[in-house]
Nanobody, 125 residues
């Protein structure tokens, strides 16, 4: 099982980026999430989407600005990031954990089994 994240880059504050995460190969039954890690800080939860794509969860810091979604037909998860702020600068990772729950989400990085390689997002002022 592998994940491949892409879409990071350098943008000005207030602009948008869309991240993509391909995999796992059999994504039915996998809950997917995005985490981010700034230099010298912990890896923090950003957003998660249930195996069906019907339910999403967000960290308070990104609610109203970020949207997580998935396209199971193409084994891809997305993170649309709007109105980016300097404090959003970090390496963004996608992660997966087996789960069919529509009501519970895993918020701790330790609970995820599979990780992508990370993609750098840098927001300038």
């Amino acid at each position: 099982v592998q994940l491949q994240a892409s879409g990071g880059g350098l943008v000005q504050a207030g602009h948008s980026l869309r991240l993509s995460c391909v995999g796992p190969d059999t994504n039915v039954g996998w809950s997917l999430a995005w985490f981010r890690q700034a230099p010298g800080k912990e890896r923090d939860f950003v957003a998660a989407v249930s195996w069906s794509g019907r339910t999403t969860f967000y960290a308070d810091s990104v609610k109203g600005r970020f949207t997580v979604s998935r396209d199971n037909a193409n084994n891809t998860m997305y993170l649309q990031m709007n109105n980016l702020k300097v404090e959003d600068t970090a390496v963004y990772y996608c992660a997966a954990v087996p789960s069919y729950s529509e009501t519970y989400y895993y918020k701790s990085a330790r609970e995820y089994d599979v990780w992508g390689q990370g993609t750098q997002v840098t927001v300038s002022s």
